[in-house]
């Protein structure tokens, strides 16, 4: 889909439909709402008298114009109160409406700038929550259906604004929804992918053309490699299965002149059937996604390469898949990560953490600090918090105070759990240095526990994805399968301290 911003009157753009809004309770529109309504002799108006328009948070109602003005269809959609208004409702607002005009076959659509002028949102930013809503909310994964799709996709994306002084502030906001709404949708591509089409080698590929397009330095740790790094536990997941694991490595160099290097890391559990400590089979299917947060690393690279901050950024995803085999990893084992600490296999179904500890050892090695990882490391964490926000963990409140501002600017919910050195006894091993398990009680603690333990006094953020990664049905600018979540806010993160 083109997005272009352009000056002038919404009314006199020659499209399928456009896109206007009104806020709840209001009985007459204003702005560029009330232009249309006007141009309409009173339609809106007459449908908010009549009940039909009641300007509720997602309503969508179509009105056919029938050559009273240039566009074919006007479509209002509710914004809700208007004190309650944010960016994020502007995003769900938008999807829902393109998805609307997109079933009834519009292909060419333009839309004011919702929450611009009244709504007292700042132009660039209402520009980028349009933009991120009508890409995200539009996103379909149909690379391995053969049947056509009973819909036309939506072409093109105006947004219209009678004052040309106005237009650069759109046009960046523009310039960067599109940069951060592709790249999540590039998350959610590689998310949705079957695994027998994301292997690790794969997801190294995709990494690959991820550095070719956007200059970035691109390296990958083989088997042997790993070896000569004592990556242990890594290696340990990753003897179960036929496909060789692989340690991929993009670097971005925004700040010539600094050689520190902010590090996001990736779990890249490219299928996850449990290993020996296998899952039950229904569901399963849904293991395709345990790289999820590799994926969200990965397009984070995305944007930032696309937008330029000043800034040095490290990504590091250690890839593998975990299955059961005569060679695999079993209960019961004892591994040596990287460094040297010796882990107690008590589940190999807690795999995610092991690669990450290897991960997390080789971040501190090159030095990169601080650290974020990004996991869908627990289902522990998915019953704590559901699907409605990801898990938060930290030996640093301050940076995490920045990512959730991070997570909050994109509509991205992340909550603080704790971190008490309690929980840490149910780590202990009676064998080695620590096991790899706790009890079932406050599993997405002790597994963040666990990393803490590699990522030492580095200032460092744990965010578990397992709840929020993906989504069981179209809400917003979400729609089914894979969110990308965690790529808005991590772009929005790096960005916030490249300015600093």
């Avoid at 479509?75 to 208004?85: R, T």
């Avoid at 709504?119 to 991120?132: L, R, T």
């Avoid at 019953?383 to 997570?407: E, M, Q, R, S, Y």
Wanted: aromatic fraction near 4%; proline fraction near 3%; include cysteine.
């Amino acid at each position: 889909m083109e997005i272009k911003v352009i000056s002038g009157d919404i009314t006199k753009v020659e499209v399928d439909a456009i896109i206007v809004n009104l806020f709840e309770g209001v009985e007459s529109p204003g702005g560029a709402s009330g232009v249309v309504d006007k141009a309409l002799d009173g339609a809106i108006t007459k449908l908010i008298a009549d009940g039909e328009i009641k300007g509720k948070l997602n309503e969508v109602t179509m009105i056919h114009t029938l050559g009273k003005i240039q566009p074919a269809r006007v479509v209002v959609v509710g914004l809700g109160k208007q004190a309650e208004l944010s960016l994020d409702r502007i995003r769900g607002v938008v999807a829902e409406a393109c998805r609307f005009l997109r079933k009834v076959g519009a292909q060419r659509v333009a839309t004011i700038a919702h929450g611009a002028g009244v709504g007292g949102v700042e132009y660039d930013k209402a520009a980028q929550a349009i933009v991120e809503g009508s890409i995200l909310g539009l996103y379909t994964f149909r690379r391995h259906i053969t049947k056509e799709p009973e819909y036309r996709e939506i072409k093109e994306l105006l947004i219209v604004e009678r004052d040309e002084g106005k237009l650069p502030a759109l046009e960046q906001g523009c310039r960067r929804g599109k940069a951060i709404a592709e790249a999540t949708s590039f998350a959610r591509d590689m998310t949705n992918e079957p695994a027998n089409h994301m292997t690790p080698t794969d997801m190294a590929e995709r990494a690959k053309e991820v550095a070719q397009t956007y200059g970035l330095e691109f390296s990958v740790l083989e088997r042997e490699e790993m070896k000569e790094l004592g990556m242990g536990a890594l290696l340990g997941v990753a003897q179960g299965s036929s496909q060789p694991p692989k340690f991929i490595i993009l670097r971005y160099k925004g700040d010539s002149s600094s050689e520190a290097s902010l590090g996001i890391i990736g779990k890249g559990i490219t299928f996850d059937s449990g290993g020996i400590s296998i899952k039950p089979s229904e569901g399963m299917e849904e293991m395709k996604g345990d790289m999820a947060g590799g994926a969200t690393v990965i397009a984070t690279m995305c944007a930032i390469g696309e937008l330029k901050p000043k800034i040095n950024v490290t990504a590091l995803i250690p890839a593998t898949e975990n299955l059961p085999s005569g060679s695999a990893l079993k209960p019961g084992d004892v591994l040596r990560a990287m460094g040297g600490k010796t882990i107690e296999i008590v589940s190999t179904d807690a795999e995610g953490r092991l690669i990450l500890a290897d991960a997390l050892s080789y971040a501190r090695r090159l030095g990169l600090s601080p650290l974020v990882d990004v996991a869908t490391l627990t289902g522990a964490c998915r019953i704590a918090l559901g699907d409605i926000c990801t898990g938060a963990f930290t030996n640093n409140p301050d940076l995490l105070n920045k990512i959730v501002k991070a997570g909050e600017e994109a509509g991205e919910r992340i909550w603080q759990m704790p971190m008490y050195e309690e929980y840490k006894e149910q780590n202990k091993s009676d064998i080695a240095d620590i096991k790899n398990v706790g009890s079932r009680y406050g599993g997405a603690i002790t597994a963040a526990q666990f990393l803490a333990e590699f990522a030492g006094d580095t200032p460092w953020v744990h965010l578990d994805i397992a709840g929020t990664s993906r989504s069981e049905k179209e809400k917003s600018y979400l729609v089914k399968g894979a969110t990308g979540v965690g790529v808005r806010t991590l772009t929005n993160l790096i960005l916030a301290l490249a300015q600093k």
